[in-house]
């Protein structure tokens, strides 16, 4: 509450600040009591015009002058940038500075302020609350990753016990073995000693007896043994068995129990949001009620007459009236609308290419499926950007802010989309809100072409799900377009997707022959024909032509639609 105000909202007098206001002067534009409207009249100095508060004219509230506080600044000074006031103005201090009104200086900063006011309330701080919503997000996730992450050292390390306990067992037994297989020879040995001394002793009794008995016959017929047991039995050599356990090398466990990749927290710089002028619409290009075909570029590759015998399968443009291509082989054709070779260049790897994309500098960007890499081809030099590991890139364009977006498909064929800032992955984009998959499963090498529209959204081709998915800059779903409502009896096939200057969305319909037209809620607008063939690739150039690259002719048709 207003410090010169009661409870009832009763205004009080702005130089007593204790009583209520009864008057006001004009000239001054200050509220009055009784009492302090007559001390006020006695200053003969200034010509006052003290009248009833209900009576009081609405004047402009011009500011007091700070060097001159008896006068009003009813100009601003638009050299000093200050407001001044007619005394200011005739000391010559700001002589020849150009002068206007106070009051629609403040009409237009005022009008300033209400945009800054309304971008803010509007566009910067929805954004902020996005970003906080996403990271509370991110950090409700965590104990479930990390928890994943806990429970996988866990059963790794219950294998690795397993194996060691194993390992410990086969030791062991094989140990009592040798143990029972030494004590079994020990024993045949001690029988064998054993019935050897027995004889002995009955040798030597027998002996005994003779001698004691003086018999001439027993001592006649008496034979030496002796002889015989002169050869003492086998003596049991054993070479007993040793462990010999092996040093165990920290590094070598650790590598073998599996790495766990480093923690990367890195801080980027933010997006920066365009002005609420710059982000104005663009000037209206009405769509054509017949699409024409401006020009036709025969691209030499191999013509295709059935699955994998040829054809054409993507295009990107560099200019008006250049475009990159690639076709069945591992060669990308850069030509003019003559046809005419300008530039080829071969895939490192000799592979054919997935996709191509054109960056903002110029430079071609294409996809090896087979060695799962991303490259950038730079004056005629091919850098490998990206490497996946348990991943393979589909397809790839290059966005507004000189990222790369990039659909993937795992070991296991699930699908998502990846953003890149040159080799570093700054966002994945797999699932809903619910945890469902934004995009269909299995199949490999089912390409998922994208394209950035101009308000962010991400728009894939869903080929297998006969949907064009289409998610915010942040990966949030906005919309999923599954074919124009009346037609129930052709399956919608969607397959290359490019968006123009006002945010259409426009994707080929493979199998039936034609281009869809959306607006950027996927509202579906119109149907492009011009006697398409298996259209598969498609770019739009900065002047909204379309170019869309034929399987079935192996040809680029240029059309005219806006």
């Given at each position: ?12 007098c ?7 206001l009864?008057s ?13 409207a ?55 201090k700001?002589?020849g500075?150009?002068?206007s ?8 900063k ?13 566009r ?8 906080a ?25 219950e ?11 086969r ?37 005994k ?6 018999d001439?016959?027993?001592t006649?017929?008496y ?7 002169r050869?003492?039995?086998?003596k ?24 766990l990749?480093p ?21 209206v ?5 017949e ?8 691209t ?6 059935g699955?994998?015998?040829g054809?054409?399968y ?32 071969q ?44 991943w393979r ?34 966002q994945s ?19 998922k ?5 101009r ?31 009346s ?28 281009i ?10 119109r ?10 690739g ?10 869309v690259?034929?399987l ?7 059309i005219?639609?806006?």
């Open positions: 509450m207003h410090p010169r105000r009661s409870v009832q909202e009763v205004l009080l702005d130089l007593c600040e204790t009583v209520p009864q006001h002067c004009e000239l001054c534009n200050i509220n009055l009591c009784v009492n302090c007559v001390k006020h009249l006695s200053d003969s100095s200034k010509r006052h015009n003290v009248v009833p508060f209900l009576q009081r004219k609405v004047t402009p509230n011009y500011p007091k002058c700070p060097k001159h506080p008896e006068k009003h600044c009813e100009l601003h000074c638009e050299e000093c940038n200050i407001p001044v006031c007619s005394t200011c103005v005739s000391s010559g700001h002589k500075h150009d002068m009104d106070i009051l629609e200086k403040l009409s237009a005022t009008e300033s302020l209400q945009k800054d006011l309304k971008e803010l309330e509007t910067i701080y929805p954004r902020y609350e996005e970003m919503s996403d990271v509370q997000t991110k950090k409700a996730e965590l104990e479930t990753k990390y928890g994943k992450l806990t429970t996988i050292a866990d059963q790794q390390g294998i690795l016990h397993r194996e060691i306990t194993a390992i410990v067992n030791r062991k037994s094989a140990i009592a073995e040798m143990k029972t297989k030494h004590l079994d020879a020990l024993n045949k040995n001690t029988d064998e000693i054993t019935q050897k001394m027995a004889e002995l002793k009955q040798i030597m009794s027998d002996l007896s003779i001698l004691k008995s003086n001439v016959s027993l006649s017929t034979k030496s043994r002796n002889s015989q047991f050869t003492l039995p086998p049991v050599r054993v070479t007993l068995p040793s462990f010999s356990p092996q040093k165990i090398n920290k590094n070598q466990l650790n590598e073998m129990f599996g790495s990749s923690l990367s927290i890195n801080t980027e710089h933010g997006d920066t949001l365009k002005s609420a002028e710059a982000v104005s619409s663009p000037p290009k009405p769509l054509l009620d699409p024409r075909v401006t020009a036709t570029i025969d030499g590759y191999k013509i295709w007459f699955i994998l015998n054809g054409l993507s295009v990107s443009c560099l200019s008006e009236d250049q475009v990159w291509t690639r076709g069945i082989n591992n060669t990308m054709k850069l030509l003019n609308l003559q046809s005419e070779l300008l530039t080829s260049i895939t490192k790897s000799g592979y054919t290419p997935e996709d191509i994309a054109v960056t903002r500098d110029g430079d071609l960007v294409y996809i090896d499926y087979y060695d799962k890499t991303v490259n950038l081809i730079k004056n005629k030099q091919i850098q490998t950007v990206i490497t996946l590991q348990g890139p589909l397809s790839v364009c290059c966005t507004a802010g000189n990222d790369l977006l990039v659909t993937m498909i795992s070991d296991d064929k699930q699908y998502k989309v990846v953003r890149y800032s040159g080799s570093t992955e700054k984009i797999q699932f809903d809100d619910q945890g469902r998959p934004l995009y269909s499963s299995g199949v490999y090498n089912n390409t072409y994208l394209s950035e529209n308000n962010l959204d991400i728009c894939v081709a869903d080929y297998r799900a006969s949907a064009v998915v289409v998610v915010n800059q942040s990966g949030k779903l906005r919309f999923r377009y599954t074919g124009h409502p037609n129930t009896e052709q399956s919608f096939t969607p397959t290359g997707i490019t968006t123009d200057s006002q945010s259409h969305i426009l994707t080929a319909d493979y199998k039936n022959h034609r869809h037209i959306l607006d950027q809620d996927g509202q579906f607008l149907y492009i024909h011009c006697d398409l063939k298996l259209p598969l498609l770019c739009v150039d900065i002047r909204d032509n379309l170019f690259a034929e079935r002719t192996a040809k680029v048709k240029k005219q639609y806006l």
